[in-house]
């Protein structure tokens, strides 16, 4: 299996607010990255979307590693919360709607045939390749013309 490093980063100017991610992917030695941005969204959104976007990159089963400052997306791939949710329906439990759930079912796909390990690193500490994923998700929110998150219009409803 191919070993792929992915280093991600959200933003959002306003939480909700203009949002973006971004992705940097190290193989080898070569790196990519990959960015985008919405006109309305969340923080959280943009987090899970930043590793949603390397993972879904991958064109054939890898053993991947995933580095995000987030402690919400870490937690629930690394505690498992995702496999709770989708044994509940998509949901927290009965009267506890799950925010996300469109990112959530496709990051379920998405890991299906990686291994893959999920790893903390604290955000705006001067790690260079989060610093780089911070700079490519702020500048993808400063975008003007951004779309609509239809997910975020969604989980408002």
Not at 33 to 42: L, P
Not at 76 to 82: H, L, Q, R, S, Y
Not at 108 to 121: F, G, L, P, T
Not at 143 to 149: A, L, S
């Amino acid at each position: 299996m191919k070993q792929i490093t992915i280093y991600t980063d959200g933003s959002s100017r306003g939480n909700p607010g203009p949002g973006g991610y971004g992705t940097l992917m190290v193989y080898q030695g070569h790196r990519k990255e990959m960015s985008g941005g919405f006109a309305k969204t969340t923080n959280n959104r943009m987090e899970i979307l930043a590793a949603l976007t390397g993972i879904e990159a991958l064109q054939e089963p890898c053993q991947v590693t995933v580095y995000s400052d987030s402690k919400y997306l870490i937690d629930t791939m690394d505690k498992g919360w995702i496999h709770g949710w989708k044994k509940k329906g998509w949901s927290r439990g009965p009267n506890k709607p799950l925010k996300n759930v469109d990112l959530w079912k496709r990051m379920s796909e998405a890991v299906r045939d990686h291994k893959i390990s999920w790893k903390w690193v604290k955000g705006h500490a001067g790690h260079p390749e989060n610093e780089r994923c911070d700079e490519l998700a702020t500048t993808a929110a400063d975008r003007r013309g951004n779309p609509v998150d239809e997910g975020f219009i969604s989980d408002q409803s």
